[in-house]
T-cell receptor, first 114, second 114 residues
């Protein structure tokens, strides 16, 4: 157990819908990262927040947005869902602002868009 | 561009043999190279990392080597065991003026045959 929690574990929804994925980082970690892992794909970096502020962006679609709250938990919002958005979404946390440290991954949320 | 290449994509070895996974990166400023192991249905977990001020690092049966000139780094697993079967991801830290992120390779699926 990495200490990073994600809810829900599974999510099944229809095209065009909007969902929210939630992540709580390890105690003491200020950075949260979001990744998308599609079937047979690696880990695609989406976005990083540090202490409530957006720090780095990856290949995040405009239909996706995220935020980090004062209690440091983070939410990833996916809207106008398409079949291709079906994937495993991981969040990870680390102690510092930079990526020069280990990232601890949560168990992931499996999103299925029908 | 920012990318990390990884080879091979799949690897089968007999139990007790060695396994080698190779990665190349594009950004000469990269200074941190973690390796993550993802067992089937589980979260990625850091198994070893190397920083650019060293050329090799070992941890029991696992070693990582780094050649900064050639922008190559490799994971070596000796005396493989069935529990080493997993997908392994290499990654490289990409640093620019405006951002700092870790880019993952596409992964290597390692099967250790008993």
């Amino acid at each position: 157990d990495s200490g990073v929690t994600q809810t829900p574990k599974h999510l099944i929804t229809a095209t065009g819908q909007r969902v929210t994925l939630r992540c709580s980082p390890r105690s003491g970690d200020l950075s949260v990262y979001w990744y998308q892992q599609s079937l047979d794909q690696g880990l695609q970096f989406l976005i990083q927040y540090y202490n409530g502020e957006e720090r780095a962006k990856g290949n995040i679609l405009e239909r996706f947005s995220a935020q980090q709250f004062p209690d440091l938990h983070s939410e990833l919002n996916l809207s106008s869902l398409e079949l291709g958005d079906s994937a495993l979404y991981f969040c990870a946390s680390s102690v510092g602002r930079t990526t020069y440290n280990e990232q601890f991954f949560g168990p992931g949320t499996r999103l299925t868009v029908l | 561009g920012e990318n990390v290449e990884q080879h091979p994509s799949t690897l089968s070895v007999q139990e007790g043999d060695s396994a080698v996974i190779k990665c190349t990166y594009s950004d000469s400023a990269s200074n941190y190279f973690p390796w993550y192991k993802q067992e089937l249905g589980k979260r990625p977990q850091l198994i070893i990392d190397i920083r650019s001020n060293v050329g090799e690092k070992k941890d029991q049966r696992i070693a990582v080597t780094l050649n900064k000139t050639a922008k190559h780094f490799s994971l070596h697993i000796t005396e493989t065991q069935p529990e080493d079967s997993a997908v392994y991801f290499c990654a490289a830290r990409i640093m620019k003026t405006s951002y700092d992120k870790v880019i993952f390779g596409p992964g290597t699926s390692l099967s250790v045959i008993p």
